[in-house]
């Protein structure tokens, strides 16, 4: 089957990891950033003109925008794909590049959202709904409330790469990374404040990321500290859950974020924040209950403690953690669910979630 996979050129590797499951299924994929050419697209899928207005354009968001979406349709009509898989709802294709495809190709659209579309200032993607065939939600409560709003909707959260997302041995090439408490993830003010004050107890603590804003240093002296200003992405994330004795896993959005996956299958000891949806996502997703989760600061710090004081039931709660996560929760089968959505004759609504 030949797939094009389209979404941001961001940490998560999102699109990447679609692309590399689909290829490991067998199939033909292409992959398109919404914002981002690849080298070889200007001059391979641009007119001359646009070739020329292509440096002004890409100054300017509404320029990238409208440059990578010529793009986009060209990649398609060359391509002729079967399916068009959009990851993530943030600077997605418009409508009318969808109609486009849409009267010119015939493709069907499949849209996974992993954010929350009822948020102040999210992208309206309930516009788009007559171009989607199907929406799915990393977040079953999402799904379950856009229900009447598309052609389809279903939960199917995020996974794990059982080729990449493995265990690191133990050599020099982890002494960088070892500590107590590990954080990686991006920066919020809400994040800073509780990781301040968590790098201000005695155990050690390392902060993994970029783009923290100037003054930080300033109101956070104790997480400046223990920041290690460093882009970390792919195989270098193992390097980090394989470090640290525990992994510190922040939600914003939901619950079960890829890192949740991600560090469970390299064998990390998470704790997590017990957000409104870790417990409503209980019965549809098992493995919540394996999960060590937190309400109250003082909580997180009583937790830190205990568990690093215990390692043999760290190494117990991670092994039972990787083991669920790589029976049900990989990027193939999450994959293999999508394209069963267009297979012959779909049932009206296919069930996608995982049991565990």
């Not at 509404?62 to 002729?80: D, K, Q, S, T, W």
């Not at 009267?103 to 929350?116: E, K, R, T, Y």
């Not at 974020?257 to 704790?271: P, S």
């Not at 019965?283 to 004081?309: A, F, K, N, Q």
């Amino acid at each position: 089957m030949r797939i094009l996979v389209c979404g941001n050129r961001l940490e998560h590797e999102w699109p990447e990891s679609c692309v590399r499951a689909l290829e490991r299924l067998g199939h033909e994929v292409r992959l398109v950033y919404h914002r981002t050419p690849q080298p070889g697209d200007l001059e391979h899928y641009l007119s001359e003109d646009l070739r020329g207005n292509a440096p002004l354009l890409l100054e300017s968001d509404e320029g990238r925008r409208a440059l990578m979406e010529v793009i986009f349709y060209n990649v398609a009509a060359e391509f002729r794909p079967e399916l068009i898989l959009l990851a993530g709802i943030y600077y997605t294709w418009s409508s009318d590049a969808l109609a486009d495809v849409e009267d010119n190709l015939g493709v069907p659209v499949i849209l996974w959202s992993g954010d929350n579309p009822y948020v102040p200032n999210a992208p309206d993607i309930f516009e788009r709904a007559p171009y989607y065939r199907s929406v799915l939600f990393a977040n079953f409560r999402f799904a379950d409330r856009a229900a009447d709003r598309f052609a389809h909707t279903d939960y199917l959260p995020f996974g794990c790469d059982p080729t990449r997302d493995l265990p690191p041995e133990a050599t020099d090439e982890l002494d960088p990374y070892g500590c107590d408490l590990s954080y990686l993830g991006t920066y919020k003010e809400e994040r800073a404040q509780l990781l301040d004050t968590l790098a201000s107890r005695d155990f050690e603590m390392k902060v993994w990321g970029v783009g923290y804003p100037d003054d930080f240093a300033r109101r956070f002296a104790n997480l400046a500290a223990v920041l290690q200003p460093e882009h970390v992405q792919g195989r270098e994330k193992i390097k980090v859950y394989g470090g640290s004795k525990i992994v510190l896993n922040l939600h914003h959005t939901g619950f079960a974020n890829m890192k949740l996956y991600e560090a469970a299958a390299c064998g990390a000891f998470q704790i997590s924040n017990k957000r409104l949806e870790a417990e409503s996502t209980r019965h549809r997703l098992g493995l919540c209950d394996e999960m060590v989760t937190y309400e109250r600061p003082e909580e997180l710090v009583e937790l830190i403690d205990y568990y690093l004081s215990h390692p043999q039931q760290r190494a117990s709660r991670a092994r039972r953690l990787r083991e669920l996560v790589l029976a049900e929760h990989t990027w193939d089968q999450r994959m293999a669910s999508i394209l069963a959505l267009v297979a012959p004759s779909p049932a009206p609504r296919t069930t996608l979630e995982p049991t565990s």
